[in-house]
């Protein structure tokens, strides 16, 4: 099973991303570093996601699971498992999210 990784900035755009990420999101590192990847959400799930988030970022929890569909530059949807883990510094300041994202679209199908 490949895992997409990605560290994201407090403003939700990829610091970096690996290759498998890539793969699943149909886009480059670099167009990856110039978009906020909540904009690749499929809108009916965007709600659930910015909710657990808010949640997070709040510090209710470190991180959370969601599965939601991503929209690739094509138009095309892909089914994905991610997990969202927030780093904090000793003091509890964010410092930077950490995503994982695993491809679901067989076993959704």
């Known amino acids: 099973m490949r895992v997409g990784l990605v560290i994201l900035g407090l403003d939700g755009v990829a610091l970096r991303a690996n290759p ?3 793969a699943i999101t149909g886009r480059t590192e670099d167009e990856l570093r110039a978009i906020d990847l909540l904009s690749m959400t ?5 709600e659930a996601d910015v ?4 949640q ?3 510090g209710e929890f470190d991180s959370y699971t969601i599965e939601k569909r991503l929209i690739r530059p094509d138009g095309s949807e ?7 883990t927030f780093v904090r510094d000793d003091a509890g300041d964010l410092l930077h999210l950490v995503g ?4 679901i679209d067989d076993r959704k199908a």
């Open 78 to 84: 892909v089914w994905v498992q991610q997990e969202v």
């Open 56 to 58: 997070a970022w709040a």
């Open 42 to 46: 499929h809108p009916d799930d965007v």
């Open 100 to 103: 994982q994202v695993i491809d």
């Open 20 to 22: 498998a990420i890539c």
């Open 51 to 54: 909710r657990f988030g808010a």
